[in-house]
């Protein structure tokens, strides 16, 4: 995905990516207390360019460029709805007026696909609303209960993103290491944390969660 966090392999070129071999009706619309996630619409093109051109954003995301044009959010969207960004790009939306905050995706890793990666930005004006986790917790449960060949959930966060990493631990995500990844916006690569979530840890976070 094009403004997603973080791994070397998402740093090709658009024509270097491999192509999806799952269509988009995989990525179903999701309903959660208060938000919608769908698929990104040409509609999100203005909210996208204005919420999207914003430094604290791209440089924490590995491939978004800054500045954010109205022509880059018009080519994410065509890009997300061709599966040529990602698999499963989602547009993050409020339940009550339809408003356009930001966008998440969970995008398989290329060279193991029981593994999916996370990844997720508001913008400015939505943050510290819990808007992300609840995204997050969401996309995460899609996952685990309608991909039973999902085994494990990673996230990377910059080591400076200190509301990232508290999104990621929040679902019940584990610290597994840190590295180098490239950063579009940067102009280099940022040292990251790296997390995990296996299928077990999930499953008992959901049970745990049911005897409260
Ligand atoms: C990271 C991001 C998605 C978080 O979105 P959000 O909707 O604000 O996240 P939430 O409200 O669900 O949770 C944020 C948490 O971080 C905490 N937080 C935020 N800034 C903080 C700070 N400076 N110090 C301590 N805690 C902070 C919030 O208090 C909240 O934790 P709490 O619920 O325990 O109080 C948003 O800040 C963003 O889009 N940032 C730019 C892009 C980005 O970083 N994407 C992720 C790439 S890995």
């Known amino acids: 995905m094009q403004s997603l966090m973080l791994r070397d392999d998402q740093l090709r070129s658009p024509e270097e990516q491999p192509r999806p071999d799952r269509p ?9 207390q208060r938000l919608v996630l769908r698929a990104p619409h040409i509609e999100d093109i ?6 999207a051109n914003n430094a604290a954003i791209a440089t924490m995301v590995a491939r978004m460029p800054h500045p954010y044009t109205a022509k880059d ?34 995008e398989p890793n290329p060279v193991d696909d029981t593994i999916l990666e996370l990844g997720y930005w508001l913008g400015e004006p939505y943050w510290n609303r819990g808007y992300a986790t609840e995204a997050a917790h969401a996309l995460i449960d899609m996952a685990f209960r309608t991909r039973e060949w999902v085994s494990r959930i990673d996230a990377r966060c910059r080591v400076t993103n ?11 995500f584990q610290f597994q290491g840190t590295g180098m990844v490239g950063n579009l916006a940067m102009g280099g690569t940022v040292p990251v944390e790296w997390y995990r979530l296996d299928r077990k840890t999930w499953l008992s976070l959901k049970s745990w969660g049911e005897m409260r």
């Open 46 to 51: 203005d909210a996208l360019a204005h919420l």
């Open 162 to 172: 200190i509301a990232s990493r508290r999104v990621i631990q929040k679902s019940g």
């Open 73 to 106: 959010a018009a080519d994410f969207v065509r890009r997300t709805n061709i599966g040529e960004i990602g698999k499963c790009v989602y547009a993050i939306t409020k339940a009550d007026n339809g408003e356009f905050l930001g966008c998440c995706a969970m």
């Open 24 to 32: 988009r009706s995989d990525c179903p619309v999701l309903l959660s």
